[in-house]
């Protein structure tokens, strides 16, 4: 077991999930600690820096890596446990961006209208205090936020040869923008490549349910996970499990189709683990499930299907108690 | 002031918005007592009661009303704080129902797929406790899951002549299926019609975010409610209040629809009750937002947005402080 | 069999199918020649003329009608031949409408910005030359289109005591918007009441395939049916027959679920017609089928399915040959 | 100006658009004759071989090339003219394949229901009858449907370091599976990266339109395009002309989205052909326009957006006349 710390430098960030050469290798067991960059690479520090301007398509939302993880293999699946996202700054941005977000139209959502004005808006951060500051850029009203971290890209490479986009959430993980991807959370990817080829990025100080506007909070991050390999259990969809709960994720348009997606993943889940029957399952889901929405703004939309596990009746440890470990592990290291 | 009690005849229960004759007026600052039906009409009381055998069409989902409001006129808002929500009975009921329900294709997500299997669950409640019993039908596990009653369908009569089936929820409410529906919470309705014409029913001991199956655990109830007639102030789609947080409802097909009209509606309300420009409202609701949810298997599916107040700069009241006058009128009845 | 003949008085117009009193009476057998207005109700009449400011909701999208067919029940089909649909006036109008149309946001496609400029265009028609003259309205651009005379909404009261907005197509018909609905189609609907409720109005000259800017030309018309109740024969969803196809109407949003609900009614409908077992029926309509989108800015998005006759293996007659029948007679009156 | 013939080895098939070398190079001006594998890579040849057995994934879907194209640059167009699409064998096969299609549930429209049967049709050709016969499975039904040979699958590397499965149709080409892309019609595609990397495959004998099944009529061809590089002239989403008529194609899901993005590019192309003012072009494409459906089944759905050239006032030609000249170099050539 190893404690690797990795920093990209500029001309290493990665734009895709896949087509790219491994920064460094781990194994299952190791503790990794690694410097992200915020979804701007850096580049929007204020009011004047407008992301359409000072940012170059394709060159949004890197990730640090990829990571391969020698043990992994198609099949298997990687647990990843996030022991720590600490902001690397005390400020986060956020901005409006043309045609992107949730309330305007968009490159895909088309209509004739203009876009909505471009605006950055700049958050102190007080990592002491647990808070981040909204400032009005129109007014004089500032209110203060809980500041609560999370990493909104983390995946693995694609399966069929196929490279995507760190803007993409899908069955690989990518940006998946979930409040639920804190501190204490572990996810579960399938592999679909030897070494998996892990890489995360775009931590957020804060975001909302849906991340309206198309941007949380940005910031960089250290970050420090620990990882395993399950060996022969595939996961199809990414998955999280807490302390409390577990979690489904599905990444789709319309969004209806990644609550399917998420919910279809949970009862077989819920099934595997306590033995109920498939529609037993579906029910209990339907009247125990709480479904938290990650964002309405990304090329995929992603829901969760999240169930506490003081809901279920006498489940076992969900992929061997793989959670557990690794918070053990990571908290060994601390 | 009055409290005024309603329990139905059979032949008095309603299975429209609009279209029907009001069963009792009401006032201002009234309180009413009703007993509604689930569902089912109380026609599923066990296993072998398959609820497409029992029940037949139009006469599912009944409502108690119309409640003709005063003095209630089209560009006013109805308040109706939800005071008490008690179970009718100690025990409830849900079901699969042939092609609805979210893991299921649908008579509209419509394909040659055989329907699942329907089948029904009874659930014990036992109210003291605060609980309500899963029984699983294929293998013996039960587990208990917190009583959360809430109130699935209430509305008021849509405008343009129009009468809707109690199944949609819609801009006039309806059935609405969110959980945030409980006792507690103040629901804001604009008013389409001279009355308004207030109805309620489908009661749930809880359902999951989304529910899933397309049925919670549904129950017969007894509910309190207080009711104002806010003057001259529209309300577009409906509102929640509770004591510590704002939403505003969506009804929509796709589900990205429901979250665009909520978040709309909710940016405004956030402009109009802290002077925050547009684009601030919208940086501030995409970062403090919740977005639970309601359901994903009725004619429209429903999701909510939600702000806490306590993140809202210097907020006023609120409809006027509407929501805590009718708590307190309710509680001084209580 | 009688020829009847209606034109409504202006405070005859209706604006919902279904919760109307029939304005005559009609048999199978009898050819009705009624007058329709256009969807502005003739207010719109040139460019100062902007539909936001000199229609009032609900009026909008009137119908004449409800006709009650004497001998049409539920579980019954009506039939109603298109014989003629004739101008009105030799001028057409066009606009955009604040928020509807599908290159814009809207009511439910909520976002932020402003809506597109409300504009009138006022066409040409020409019914000799069969033409219909665009005109820009910020260059001197004209051109000549064909003239293809339709109806855009016609239906029959929605069954479960409902009432539904002329502006919304579904499975009682309604604002179908689609093309196909020209001289010399038999349109199929189910009877959901005693009388069905015939009612037809919203004529265009033409319109594109999703009548894009929400607009087609509209148009007063004057449209000669012919009607016949096939007893005991339920139609879902609304069927059209020409010559030489048949074609099943879907109603929903999102767009695909239309298309599913078409594709799904034709598949059976093939198998009934020919003996074709299901998934042979499944795999010709995917080879031999045509999908024409109706519109993409109602309430209900519309898509149909189309077989062309002699794509299908010795089929028997459509609904008993009604549509041969009806022909006939409307020809024989002409 | 050359004519290059390519026949891949098997091992030479790619499954993405992007990360690939090429097979070969070509100028603007060479004619390519090219043996393209139909979507099973011929290993469905009769009813016992299921495609769920005889392909495994991800070889699905194969395309020959990449091809590179000398001159071709990011921010130019490839014109390619298919001139010619001629099936290899007097056979093709279609089939239903596992959760796949539109009329069941799917990988992401997930329902807990079983898939429907998979099973296989195999259909004769008659290049000279011009003619697919269609034979049912289960019953001693057949038809003959008009053969309208297509290419299923074309497209050039995305940009952004992307690599995308061949099952996916987006802004780069790929499986666009629309009947348009037949003999006679002219494709556009941005470049995204030096050499463009054209590649195409999936032929099909004939499709209905939304390949509701998810398969059309599969065919290896031998397919003759002439190619072209309309240098500084970007173009964003995949356009076709024909001698008659212009198409911007969307990919996208809801289905809705790719109509708007279709329309939406339509409207400028129609503004930049005609100098018309862009709401006078979105009056007259929502007038005069066509809507063809191309698949409801892939990855994103795929619609049209057409305009007959007759319909609109005096066009300039599109990228300076491509379109002829592409037709009159492969008939020279033929």
Known sequence: MDKITYRPARDE???TFGGRMPVAHLRSGDVLEVVTEDCFGGLVRGPADLPSQVCHMPYLNPVSGPFFVEDAEPGDTLAIHLAAITPARDWGVSSTFPHFG???STSHTATLQPPLEERVWVYGIDRQAGIVRFRATETDHTVDLPLETMIGTIGVAPGGFEARS???PDSHGGNLDTPELR???TLY???NMHGAML????GHARQGEGEACGVGVEIATTTTLAIDVIKGVPTVWPRLETDTSIMSIGCARPLEDAYRIAHHDMVGWVESLTGLEMLDAYQLV?????APIGNVCD???TVLAAVDKALLPSPTAAYDGAHGRLRQLAAGLG
């Not at 890489?199 to 775009?202: F, M, P, R, S, Y």
């Not at 339907?286 to 709480?290: D, Y």
């Open 189 to 191: 990817l399938g592999v």
């Open 166 to 168: 760190t803007i993409v």
């Open 299 to 301: 090329p995929n939309y």
């Open 13 to 15: 960030l990665a734009y």
């Open 183 to 185: 501190a204490g959370t």
């Open 102 to 104: 949730v309330l305007t």
């Open 199 to 202: 890489a995360l990025g775009d």
């Open 286 to 290: 339907s009247q125990a499930g709480r």
